[in-house]
């Protein structure tokens, strides 16, 4: 198994920045896939951003593109979510989810951080 830790989350105004990290460890050699998704109140968990964890191709949600990038350290286990321009509709509860060889979904969870963007 891969045990994942989130963390950087916090209270920012509109327009500010944050970034998330996530440390990767266990089997870490099994992962495949790292991404960033992210669950509001009363909304479904919603997929915000990817990594591959050996070619480092990027995805982003419509709604992160432009202003969140993506990143790994192969060398530490970690990856993070640099987060700009913050609106408050990006408040949500932010998760870092591992999809690893042989799975065809995201089966590793964190226990996610809580990021806050006020008006």
């Known amino acids: 198994q891969v045990q994942l830790v989130e963390s950087g989350g916090g209270l920012v105004q509109a327009g500010g920045s944050l970034r998330l990290s996530c440390a990767a460890s266990g089997r870490t050699g099994s992962v495949v896939i790292l991404g960033w998704f992210r669950q509001a109140p009363g909304k479904e968990r919603e997929f915000v951003s990817s990594i591959t964890w050996s070619g480092g191709i990027r995805y982003y949600a419509d709604s992160a593109k432009g202003r969140f990038t993506i990143s790994r350290d192969n060398a530490k286990n970690m990856v993070y979510l640099q987060m700009n321009s913050l609106k408050p509709e990006d408040t949500a509860v932010y998760y870092c989810?591992?999809?690893?060889?042989?799975?065809?979904?995201?089966?590793?969870w964190g226990q996610g951080t809580q990021v806050t963007v006020s008006s």
């Open positions: 989810a591992a999809q690893i060889s042989g799975s065809r979904s995201y089966d590793q």
